[in-house]
């Protein structure tokens, strides 16, 4: 068993940045591929960005390319996701997720999730 939690959340301009964390309550980092979804109102959870540890691979959706970056510090249980150039449209809540074996992009595959911190860019 995995347990995830985001902090980092908040309210920001457009064209600004933050910084989400997200911990594990063990070592989950050589086990499992780490992810970010989020999900705004009526919408379903989107892929944002994914970290497999094995190859310390990144993959990114592609409304985020360029202006997002995930990555993780392994002696700390803990991944992070660098938001920067943040649009109106990237207001969500951002969930941190974890699963065994590879990469996927379905929110469906993952099976461990945090309980979800709110983003809101305002324009």
Do not use: H
Request: charged letters at 20%; aromatic letters at 14%.
């Amino acid at each position: 068993q995995v347990q995830l939690g985001e902090s980092g959340g908040g309210l920001v301009q457009a064209g600004g940045s933050l910084r989400l964390s997200c911990a594990a309550s063990r070592r989950t980092f050589n086990i499992y591929t780490m992810a970010w979804f989020r999900q705004a109102p009526g919408k379903e959870r989107e892929f944002v960005a994914a970290l497999n540890w094995s190859g310390v691979s990144t993959v990114y959706g592609d409304s985020v390319k360029g202006r997002f970056t995930i990555s993780g510090d392994n002696a700390k249980n803990t991944m992070y996701l660098e938001m920067n150039s943040l649009k109106p449209e990237d207001t969500a809540v951002y969930y941190c997720s974890a699963k065994r074996g590879p990469y996927g992009s379905s929110w469906r595959a993952y099976d461990y999730w945090g309980q979800g911190t709110q983003v809101t860019v305002s324009s």
